[in-house]
């Protein structure tokens, strides 16, 4: 028989609306609850309060009665919650409870923040709303500020306090830690829960580890989840997961057929056009305690990969971490990317090589292979430079190698050893400051033209190279496009991707444009020929 003290809350409708923006649509608002209902979930999280008027198909209410319309039949032994944030939420604007919608308000505050969140929560009760308390980055809680949390929460005794994994850095003994001194000093028959972020792959593991060790101490707990671990970034805990290891370890009784159909109906159609869960980028985030704002800023705009970003969130302080000042961000990512050096000396050298000559830029698009024979051929006719750009093709003799991104650098070195090794090299200073061997060091910053999401584009950032060279005719190859596919775009399938996002089709646009503006600036006075079809070589450049 299921223990009466451990609770299931699915929070999809509340933290997945992160995700879509809480653009879930009636349809899957609807089915979600029926769903979770059929299932037997305890506490079904239906989205958000705001103060703004409640759009049709979100899960951002403004009052309880906007919910109305997205609920079925109520079922008397589940507790429909909604959640505010502790200053972002005007509770004058709140009816008192008619429990025809809403039971319970789950108020989220920040570190520091916890007696202005009780306070508000104590106004909401008075309203006859049972209260949920969220305490965001309880990591960064000392013993004594648990100590103080929980008198705090004594005095406004709720229904439950749960511990927040806001950046997903906790470990076990992280959790336990929290969770010792809190029940040290709860008053007894307060619930505790926990919301794990899945930053570090052990939301699941964590969230296990607490429910067993809350019945130990024989304390009521809620454990937080979501359908496929919906969520910003990382996501969280899994309802699928959790359910079923409360229904074969702890007797519990969720019907796990209504819960795969919940996914199987309404999670799909998610799941195929938006992204979340564990990411290399997110760990980082997990690994420094860091907002998962600025991770998503550096990847939006940088494309940053993941050497440069841990770089970079490491050289900002632990409390700018916790935070979003994009401006401050900017400044990071240009601090770590330029990497001042005195290129004055490898220029002089470069030119005295490159001027004048004909430059033959080999890109890594899939034509340098299917087109081979008229490259080799124009090679041996022309006698050109060969320059290969990010990226190597055993199938060519390369006169220099140019990398802008330190993992095309490395793969690089390390698949195609050989060729790198006796190939000279001209490196952006994003990579290297000093050079090993053989190797030219240009400053970023040189290069770049900022303006462009991905305005490190190779190709792009090689013409405006060669015109500082003073290069005046310049071919290019395989420098194709990008298809849908990746593994159609380039002559090596296995070759880093520099567009996780695949959004293929705004990125040919981008280059369009980037060419074009190389085009009518810097490249005006250059002539540029493309050895192979290109989607960027159009007559309107």
């Not at 972002?88 to 570190?111: I, K, M, T």
């Not at 195609?416 to 970023?444: Q, V, W």
């Not at 305005?455 to 500082?468: G, K, M, S, W, Y």
């Not at 290069?471 to 849908?484: Q, R």
Request: proline residues 3%.
């Amino acid at each position: 028989m299921k223990d009466s003290k451990l609770k299931l809350l699915d929070c999809t409708l509340r933290d997945g609306a992160y995700v879509v923006d809480a653009k879930f649509g009636t349809p899957a608002i609807k089915g979600i609850i029926s769903k979770l209902q059929d299932a037997r979930v305890d506490i079904i999280e239906c989205g958000w309060l705001k103060d703004k008027p409640h759009e049709d198909g979100t899960s951002f209410y403004h009052v309880p009665s906007d919910l109305k319309p997205y609920l079925g039949h109520k079922d008397k032994d589940i507790t429909y919650v909604a959640m505010i944030d502790w200053n972002r939420y005007d509770v004058s604007a709140l009816p008192p409870c008619d429990h025809e919608s809403l039971d319970a308000v789950r108020v989220v505050f920040p570190y520091g923040k916890h007696r202005e969140g009780a306070e508000i929560a104590k106004q909401i009760r008075d309203k006859g709303y049972d209260i949920y308390l969220q305490a965001a980055n309880t990591l960064a809680y000392t013993d004594d500020d648990l100590v103080e949390l929980a008198k705090t929460v004594n005095e406004l005794h709720p229904v439950a306090i749960s511990i927040v994994d806001t950046f997903g850095a906790m470990y076990e003994s992280d959790l336990d830690r929290i969770t010792d001194v809190l029940n040290a000093h709860l008053d007894p028959d307060i619930s505790m829960g926990f919301h794990s972020h899945n930053n570090q792959q052990l939301s699941f593991a964590l969230t296990s580890h607490f429910a067993e060790r809350l019945i130990k101490l024989g304390r009521s707990c809620m454990l937080d989840a979501t359908l496929c671990g919906m969520g910003r970034g990382a996501g969280n805990t899994t309802t699928e997961l959790i359910a079923s290891y409360m229904n074969r370890r702890l007797s519990c009784a969720y019907d796990m057929n209504a819960i795969l159909d919940t996914i199987d109906t309404y999670m799909t159609y998610f799941l195929e056009n938006y992204s979340w869960g564990y990411s290399t980028p997110y760990f980082i985030a997990g690994l420094y305690c860091c907002h998962v704002n600025n991770i998503a800023y550096l990847l939006r705009n940088h494309r940053t990969n993941s050497r440069d970003m841990r770089n970079i969130i490491e050289s900002m302080s632990p409390e700018d971490r916790r935070l979003y000042d994009y401006d401050l961000l900017e400044e990071k990512y240009i601090e770590n990317q330029n990497r001042i050096v005195d290129d004055e000396t490898d220029l002089d050298k470069l030119r005295g090589v490159l001027a004048g000559k004909e430059i033959l830029l080999v890109a890594p698009g899939k034509s340098i292979d299917t087109d081979s024979c008229r490259i080799q051929t124009y090679i041996s006719d022309r006698k050109p430079v060969v320059i290969g750009v990010n990226a190597i093709n055993p199938r060519y003799e390369y006169d220099f190698l140019l990398f802008v991104n330190s993992v095309r650098y490395d793969y690089a070195k390390e698949v195609y050893s050989d060729i790198f090794d006796r190939t000279p090299h001209i490196l952006l200073s994003n990579i290297a400051t000093s050079p090993d061997g053989d190797e030219y060091i240009i400053n970023f910053n040189r290069v770049v033209k900022r303006g462009w999401e991905h305005f490190d584009n190779a190709v792009i950032t090689a013409l405006r190279l060669l015109v500082h060279l003073r290069a005046e005719n310049i071919s290019i190859a395989g420098f194709d496009g990008f298809k849908h596919k990746y593994n159609e775009s380039y002559a090596d399938a296995s070759l880093p991707t520099l567009n996780p996002d695949g959004k293929w089709d705004e990125l040919n646009e981008e280059i369009t444009d980037m060419y074009r503006d190389f085009k009518e600036t810097e490249g005006k006075n250059c002539r540029v020929t493309f050895v192979t079809e290109s989607i960027f070589n159009t007559k309107e450049i």
